[in-house]
C-alpha cells in the first residue's frame, strides 16, 4: 500500500462484483487488481468481472476509461518536395484505413 500511495495508484476493485480468483477448491480470493493513476480515476466508467471460462484460476476484469483524445504538443509535416506529392501518395490509402478502423471499433 506505501508503494501506491507513494506513486498517487489507486486500486479500482469494486468487491461487490465477487472474488477475480475462484480455484477448483473453490477457494476464493481478489489477487487481481486493476490499478488506476489518481489523474485517470475519475475516468474509469465501468469495472466489472466477466462471467466467461477464462481456462483459469482467475476470472477476466474488464473496464472502461471515458477519454477524449487531445494532442499534447502541435507539430508540422515539413517536407522539402512540397506538400502536394506526399498528398497524392497518401490519398488512395486514407479510405481503406478509415474501414479497418471503422471494424476495430466494431
Given at each position: 500500500m506505501e508503494f501506491l500511495t507513494l506513486n498517487n495508484l489507486n486500486i479500482y476493485n469494486i468487491k461487490e462484483h465477487g472474488p477475480t480468483f475462484i480455484s477448483h477448491c473453490l477457494n476464493t480470493g481478489y489477487p487481481d487488481l486493476t490499478i488506476v493513476s489518481s489523474a485517470l480515476i475519475d475516468k474509469v466508467k465501468q469495472w466489472g468481472i466477466l462471467d466467461r471460462h477464462s481456462f483459469s484460476d482467475?476470472?477476466?476484469?474488464?473496464?472502461?476509461?471515458?477519454?477524449?483524445?487531445?494532442?499534447?504538443?502541435?507539430?508540422?509535416?515539413?517536407?522539402?518536395?512540397?506538400?502536394?506529392?506526399?498528398?497524392?501518395?497518401l490519398k488512395p490509402h486514407i479510405e481503406p484505413l478509415a474501414r479497418h478502423l471503422n471494424l476495430c471499433s466494431v
Open positions: 482467475h476470472r477476466y476484469i474488464y473496464f472502461k476509461l471515458d477519454l477524449e483524445f487531445q494532442p499534447s504538443t502541435e507539430f508540422y509535416l515539413k517536407m522539402g518536395y512540397g506538400s502536394g506529392k506526399f498528398l497524392r501518395g
